[in-house]
T-cell receptor, first 118, second 115 residues
């Protein structure tokens, strides 16, 4: 079964508008971390935001915020005030367990292509 | 935060040949990973590079095809052996920062085209 599901293969947004990119996950672990990455056409993977399973507050980093709904197992990325440079692929990822041991293997979703229109 | 460099950044190779990709990190890290990203696809984990011991490979990947070395905590290599056009991908080195941020850092990637 897919551990990370991104149901939107492509999204379009007008410049300066907000956009939400969906991500749902599947795990039976109590400890896990959720991540969002941006991959522009250059190919590099840029870390955007992290949410730990025990974090009570939604993570925020500048224009990025993570709408974490634990009961629904969703971790949507919200980008406010979209800019043309936000056009890229966005990947949701999850790591289960703890960094110090166990099968701490990251899993990535299939990605969402975001295009920001002027 | 860890800074990762990869060499080469891109290459075009003939089928049947092998290519070794290097990954250098500017600090000691516990966990290093190698990913493959085929055109238009998500990232697929090839293996976890273990310092001083054999890499741990994911299902569908074998040591004979993707030998990995990790002689110390800052360096690793991935070799793509006996290449075919299906091996054309971006290969990404990644490290895990086990500190407060729990951030996973990626190298810039190696774009491989096999003719």
């Amino acid at each position: 079964a897919q551990k990370i599901t991104q149901t939107q293969p492509g999204m379009f947004v007008q410049e300066k508008e907000a956009v939400t990119l969906d991500c749902t996950y599947d795990t039976s672990d109590q400890s896990y971390g959720l991540f969002w990455y941006k991959q522009p056409s250059s190919g590099e993977m840029i870390f955007l935001i992290y949410q730990g399973s025990y974090d009570e507050q939604n993570a925020t980093e500048g224009r990025y915020s993570l709408n974490f709904q634990k009961a629904r197992k969703s971790a949507n990325l919200v980008i406010s005030a979209s800019q043309l440079g936000d056009s890229a692929m966005y990947f949701c990822a999850m790591r289960e367990g703890l960094p110090s041991g166990g099968s701490y293997i990251p899993t990535f979703g299939r990605g969402t292509s975001l295009i920001v229109h002027p | 935060s860890a800074v990762i460099s990869q060499k080469p950044s891109r290459d075009i190779c003939q089928r049947g040949t092998s290519l070794t990709i290097q990954c250098q990190v500017d600090s000691q890290v516990t966990m290093m990973f190698w990913y493959r990203q085929q055109p238009g696809q998500s990232l697929t984990l090839i293996a976890t590079a273990n310092q001083g011991s054999e890499a741990t490979y994911e299902s569908g990947f074998v040591i004979d095809k993707f030998p990995i070395s990790r002689p110390n905590l800052t360096f690793s290599t991935l070799t793509v052996s006996n290449m075919s056009p299906e091996d054309s991908s971006i290969y990404l080195c990644s490290v895990l920062d086990g500190g407060v941020s729990n951030e996973q850092f990626f190298g810039p990637g190696t774009r491989l085209t096999v003719l």
